[in-house]
């Protein structure tokens, strides 16, 4: 897992419509990471419909949030359809899982990525991170807001 | 976004909806009448000696009729009925539209004028919303999520923590 006040490594990965989103076109906002294992699957799906609920109070808090998994452009606009959310959701699919592999969280044995936030600073470090102790485990919508007023005061 | 930093789950306040003895163990109940799991969790609940407090967390994107039915059950909290409307919710999750609320709101005697007016209200929407921060705040990401003893149980209670609350009431 990767770990706070390190750069966080650039990427380059397709969101839901095909958009290219790179860590570089981001610099100057506040990101958090969400790493998830798979759309569609039951447990991620409570923690992303949570999340799109409190979309709102992070956009004020000035971050953007992102969700990323191993599937395809085209599964992400599915899922993201099925949900009804608007979190943009990146496709680390090709190659496989290799975002997550640079932040630290894919798990090589089950070739997806583990439950894990990444916070981000406009200057591109990692002001925080977080992994998942069990894939079932969701990491509450509270740590993101705990982070980002650690970050602000830091 | 301070109000959504980590916290435990409030207090029982004046504002919250109890049932049950004092003396019995506290169950703190971050719900939604729309999820199947919670309608479980309460006929399970429904049958112990326990104190329960019920929070809303409706979340629409799952459960899009989730808010309106939270504002229904406080809105009939307003007119003093709001048990008799959250079991009336429960009892049948497949008539949840209006007309279906408006049906139970007769059964319960309630001012239908009164109730619609309070259903669409700031002051009921904020309520809601209130119960949902809360739980944000204490780390409720599912539901139902209990808390007992300050624990937090998310998902339908297992027979571990079913018989725990029937050991502590004994």
């Given at each position: 897992?990767?770990?706070?006040?390190?750069?966080?490594?650039?990427?380059?990965?397709?969101?839901?419509?095909?958009?290219?989103v790179s860590l570089?076109?981001?610099?100057?906002?506040?990101?958090?990471?969400?790493?998830?294992?798979?759309d569609f699957?039951?447990?991620?799906t409570d923690?992303?419909?949570?999340?799109?609920e409190?979309?709102?109070e992070?956009?004020?808090?000035?971050?953007?949030?992102?969700?990323?998994?191993?599937?395809?452009?085209?599964?992400?606009?599915?899922?993201?359809r099925?949900?009804?959310?608007?979190?943009?959701?990146?496709?680390?699919?090709?190659?496989k899982?290799?975002?997550?592999?640079?932040?630290?969280?894919?798990?090589?044995?089950?070739?997806?990525?583990?439950?894990?936030?990444?916070?981000?600073?406009?200057?591109g470090?990692?002001?925080?991170?977080?992994v998942?102790?069990?894939?079932?485990?969701i990491?509450?919508?509270?740590l993101?807001?705990?982070?980002?007023e650690?970050?602000a005061?830091? | 976004?301070?109000?959504?930093?980590?916290?435990?789950?409030?207090?029982?306040?004046?504002?919250?909806?109890?049932?049950?003895?004092?003396?019995?163990?506290?169950?703190?109940?971050?719900?939604?009448?729309?999820?199947?799991?919670?309608?479980?969790?309460?006929?399970?609940?429904?049958?112990l000696?326990?104190r329960?407090?019920?929070?809303?967390?409706?979340?629409?994107?799952?459960?899009?009729?989730?808010?309106?039915?939270a504002?229904a059950?406080?809105?009939?909290?307003?007119?003093?009925?709001f048990?008799?409307?959250?079991?009336?919710?429960?009892?049948?999750?497949?008539?949840?539209?209006?007309?279906?609320?408006?049906?139970?709101?007769?059964?319960?005697?309630?001012?239908l004028?009164?109730?619609?007016?309070?259903?669409?209200?700031?002051?009921?929407?904020?309520?809601?919303?209130?119960?949902?921060?809360?739980?944000?705040?204490?780390?409720?990401?599912t539901?139902?999520?209990?808390?007992?003893?300050?624990?937090?149980?998310?998902?339908?209670?297992?027979?571990?923590?079913?018989?725990h609350?029937?050991?502590?009431?004994?």
């Amino acid at each position: 897992m990767i770990e706070a006040g390190t750069p966080a490594p650039d990427f380059m990965l397709p969101d839901q419509d095909g958009n290219e989103v790179s860590l570089e076109s981001l610099r100057g906002q506040t990101i958090v990471l969400a790493f998830y294992p798979l759309d569609f699957s039951p447990v991620c799906t409570d923690q992303l419909n949570v999340y799109q609920e409190i979309l709102p109070e992070l956009e004020r808090a000035g971050a953007r949030l992102y969700g990323v998994s191993v599937d395809s452009a085209f599964a992400h606009k599915a899922f993201q359809r099925e949900l009804g959310i608007s979190i943009p959701l990146l496709a680390d699919f090709h190659p496989k899982g290799d975002v997550a592999r640079r932040f630290g969280v894919f798990n090589e044995e089950r070739g997806i990525s583990q439950r894990a936030l990444v916070l981000i600073g406009p200057e591109g470090i990692v002001d925080w991170s977080h992994v998942s102790p069990s894939p079932l485990e969701i990491p509450g919508a509270n740590l993101i807001f705990d982070a980002l007023e650690y970050a602000a005061a830091a | 976004m301070a109000d959504l930093r980590s916290a435990p789950p409030p207090e029982v306040g004046e504002a919250d909806h109890v049932r049950g003895l004092a003396g019995d163990p506290l169950v703190i109940e971050y719900a939604d009448y729309e999820c199947p799991y919670c309608a479980q969790t309460d006929l399970l609940l429904r049958d112990l000696a326990v104190r329960r407090v019920f929070r809303h967390f409706p979340v629409p994107s799952k459960h899009p009729r989730a808010r309106v039915l939270a504002a229904a059950a406080e809105a009939a909290a307003l007119q003093g009925r709001f048990w008799e409307m959250h079991d009336a919710l429960f009892a049948d999750q497949s008539r949840i539209d209006d007309p279906h609320l408006w049906e139970r709101a007769r059964r319960l005697h309630l001012d239908l004028d009164r109730f619609e007016r309070d259903r669409r209200s700031e002051a009921v929407a904020e309520r809601v919303a209130g119960d949902f921060r809360s739980g944000v705040r204490a780390g409720v990401v599912t539901t139902p999520t209990l808390f007992v003893e300050g624990k937090l149980h998310a998902a339908v209670p297992g027979p571990e923590l079913l018989e725990h609350l029937i050991g502590g009431a004994g």
